[in-house]
Structure formats: C-alpha cells, structure tokens
C-alpha cells in the first residue's frame, strides 16, 4: 500500500504564504516525479509544479515567482505558496510516479488533497 499524506493547507489572505508538504509512504523502490495539482471551484484540474528525482522543475506560468517546489527528499516534496492570490483558491493534490518494486513499471498515485483558500 502507498499513501501520499499532505499537510499545510489553511486559509489565508491575499498576499501570504503557505506551505504545502507531501510525504510519500509504504513499499516504494523509487520515486520519479513528484508534484503538486491544483482544481479550483468549477474548474478543470492542472499542474502547479512538479520536480524529478534529478531536480528538473517545471512550474506553471501563472505561479512562475510565486511559488517554489523542493524535494525534501527521496519521498517528500513541498510547494511554498507566495503572494497567494484569491485565484490561488483551490485543493491542492500531491502526485508521485513511482516504482513499487525494481521490476515494476512507475505508477501515479495521489494524495486525497488539501484546500487552500486566499481571501481577498
């Protein structure tokens, strides 16, 4: 069984911060790709950022110099949410590609999301 537990969502007003944590846990040989998704209220869910476990980034441009993903480490990775704006509103989901065994074939597996809410 693999489980993504988030942490750090809350409400807050436009202009602040948060920090998103995410930690993966159960038999994992290894994780690629960790990230972080987003669906705001009557909306289509989409990528905020995600990284490799080789550090390459990829950050959507209508949080580019706001927020910034890190990987704390092998099975965790944060968002921290800048100058959050009411448009920021949304759940927040955490995603990992990951191999279960080395023979195994990397999976998605997703947190059960956290809700951020910016006030304005």
């Known amino acids: 069984q693999v489980q993504l537990v988030e942490s750090g969502g809350g409400l807050v007003q436009a202009g602040g911060s948060l920090r998103l944590s995410c930690a993966a846990s159960g038999i994992i040989f290894s994780i690629n790709t960790m990230g972080w998704y987003r669906q705001g209220p009557g909306k289509q869910r989409e990528l905020v950022a995600d990284?490799?476990?080789?550090?390459?980034l990829y950050v959507a441009d209508s949080v580019k110099g706001r927020f910034i993903i890190s990987r704390d480490n092998a099975q965790m990775v944060s968002l921290q949410m800048n100058s959050l704006k009411p448009e920021d509103t949304a759940d927040y989901y955490c995603?990992?590609?990951?191999?279960?065994?080395?023979?195994?074939?990397?999976?998605?597996?997703w947190g059960q999301g956290t809700q951020v809410t910016v006030s304005s």
């Open positions: 995603k990992a590609n990951l191999r279960r065994t080395i023979s195994s074939q990397g999976n998605d597996y």
């Open positions: 990284i490799t476990s080789g550090g390459r």
